[in-house]
């Protein structure tokens, strides 16, 4: 089993920035790409971005490349995500979600994210 815990979201104002974090535990050993999800209010649940354990990143859109990045410290078992000039759109619950097996199979419990105008 593999436990996820984000932390870092909040309220920020539109251009702001803000870091997430996703804190990993147990078998993390067999963790092979770490990813970012979001669920807007009325919207389905979207990826976002995800990383390999070799370092391979994998972007939802390619809006968010200019603006999102995703990085992990192995030592602290920690993938990051980092959001600049925040918008009233990106305003959601974001999930960090881990594979071992080609399927998103361990999920946190979400953070909320919100951005106002």
């Known amino acids: 089993q593999v436990q996820l815990v984000e932390s870092g979201g909040g309220l920020v104002q539109a251009g702001g920035s803000l870091r997430l974090s996703c804190s990993a535990s147990?078998?993390?050993?067999?963790?092979?790409?770490t990813g970012w999800f979001r669920r807007a209010p009325g919207k389905e649940r979207e990826f976002v971005v995800s990383?390999?354990?070799?370092?391979?990143?994998?972007y939802g859109y390619d809006s968010m490349k200019g603006r999102f990045s995703i990085s992990r410290d192995a030592a602290k078992n920690t993938v990051y995500l980092q959001m600049n000039n925040l918008k009233p759109e990106d305003t959601a619950v974001y999930y960090c979600?881990?594979?071992?097996?080609?399927?998103?199979?361990?999920w946190g419990q979400g953070i909320q994210v919100t951005v106002s105008s």
């Open positions: 979600a881990a594979s071992t097996d080609k399927v998103w199979n361990y």
């Open positions: 990383i390999s354990r070799s370092g391979g990143t994998t």
């Open positions: 147990g078998r993390t050993f067999s963790v092979a790409v």
